[in-house]
């Protein structure tokens, strides 16, 4: 059983940084695609940014050039470092594994992240 925790979220000014942290435990990390996803305010969750197992990314067109997804294998830790934030990027922030042979997938308890303008 995977469990994922999540940290670094908090309230920033249009224009800022900030740095999400998603600690795994309790699995291979390395057998695990892992993503960032958000939910704002009445709108579904969203899928904001995927670092796969052999380290390649992809990102939502509204954050491309702005978020950049990392893995850590020895940290057993993947980052999300947003910058250029925007009040559109106020949402609670999700971390998410899935095991790539078995697809289990897990979820973070998520992390508030708020963007003032």
């Known amino acids: 059983q995977v469990q994922l925790v999540e940290s670094g979220g908090g309230l920033m000014q249009t224009g800022g940084s900030l740095r999400l942290l998603c600690a795994a435990s309790g699995g291979i990390f390395g057998i695990h695609n892992m993503a960032w996803y958000r939910q704002a305010p009445g709108k579904q969750r969203e899928l904001v940014a995927l670092v796969n197992a052999g380290g390649g990314t992809n990102y939502a067109d509204s954050v491309s050039g702005r978020f950049t997804i990392s893995r850590d294998h020895a940290k057993n830790t993947v980052y999300l470092q947003m910058n250029s934030l925007k009040p559109e990027d106020t949402a609670v922030y999700y971390c998410?594994?899935?095991?790539?042979?078995?697809?289990?997938?897990?979820w973070g308890q998520g992390t508030q992240v708020t963007v003032s303008s």
């Open positions: 998410y594994a899935q095991n790539v042979r078995t697809r289990n997938e897990y």
